[in-house]
């Protein structure tokens, strides 16, 4: 599957944004997907997650309460709707599939992971 994340800008501290990954190739219902982010200087973290089912959704501490992850299958569409946003949120924003069908509980690891988009930047001002 290939991925396209898009979505990202300059912000204001305390605003909301929406964040897409438009996929193509493979069966687009197979995948769990995730969002992961990337500050300069940091590792790669994980953001959010939901399975290829549709029927669980996990959150990073940090963003749990604030972030909802959703897709829809029809359009081959991963979302992330952020609100209230932080300074501390600023970084490039991935979106990445596990192989077909995965469950893997390391949903958190990039490691699972077996494919990315090329990332989009969220800038957060104070």
């Known amino acids: 599957v290939q991925l396209q994340a898009s979505g990202g800008g300059l912000v204001q501290t305390g605003v909301s944004l929406r964040l897409s990954c438009a996929a193509s190739g493979g069966t687009f219902t197979s995948y769990s997907l995730s969002w992961f982010r990337q500050a300069p200087g940091r590792d790669r973290e994980f953001v959010a997650a939901?399975?290829?089912?549709?029927?669980?959704?996990y959150y990073a501490a940090s963003v749990k309460g604030r972030f909802t992850i959703s897709r829809d299958n029809a359009k081959k569409m991963l979302y992330l709707d952020m609100s209230t946003l932080k300074p501390e949120d600023t970084a490039v924003y991935y979106c990445?599939?596990?192989?077909?069908?995965?469950?893997?509980?390391?949903?958190?690891?990039?490691?699972?992971?077996?494919?990315w988009g090329q990332g989009t930047q969220v800038t957060v001002s104070s």
């Open positions: 990445a599939a596990q192989p077909p069908f995965s469950s893997d509980p390391a949903y958190s690891s990039p490691a699972t992971y077996s494919s």
């Open positions: 939901i399975r290829w089912s549709g029927a669980n959704t």
